[in-house]
Structure formats: structure tokens, C-alpha cells
């Protein structure tokens, strides 16, 4: 997951992912310019967080919080774990 330590949608989405006991790389774009570049080339989008599940860009976290409601992030987490 590509975030900042300061976008209320990362802390959602860390405590989302805390909460089912995922374990997720947090990689900090605040913290070196160089890993917004990235993230923006891999996702094709500007905002934070972006998160992928294995190889598959879920999105943001309204995209994330959408999976949840439907019951499907479970699933996709445990094909990837």
C-alpha cells in the first residue's frame, strides 16, 4: 500500500487491514518523492493510498471499503496469502 502519515484514508485503510490481521507493506510516499512517481506510474492515479492485494490494484480505500461491504475482500485476501 502506497500512503502518506497523514491521509485519513491510509489510517483507514492500515486499520482495516490491522484489524483482520493482514500484514501489508506501508510504503510511505511523504517520505521520499521518488515512491509517488511509482505509485502513480504502477496505479495510473495520484491520490493515496493506492493498494494492491498480491498483483491486483484494488484502488483507493472507498475501493477497499467496497470490497469489504460486499464480502469479497476476505476472498481476495486469502487467494493471495
Known sequence: MYSTGICPYCTRARMLFEAKGV?????RV???P??????EE?????????IWV??????????LWEL???GELD???NQNS
Open 42 to 50: 504502477r496505479s495510473g492515479r495520484h491520490t493515496v493510498p493506492q
Open 30 to 32: 511523504d517520505l521520499d
Open 54 to 63: 498480491g498483483d491486483k490494484h484494488v484502488g483507493g480505500f472507498s475501493d
Open 68 to 70: 469489504e461491504s460486499r
Open 34 to 39: 521518488s515512491l509517488r512517481v511509482t505509485m
Open 75 to 77: 476472498e481476495l485476501l
Open 23 to 27: 500484514e501489508f507493506e506501508d510504503i
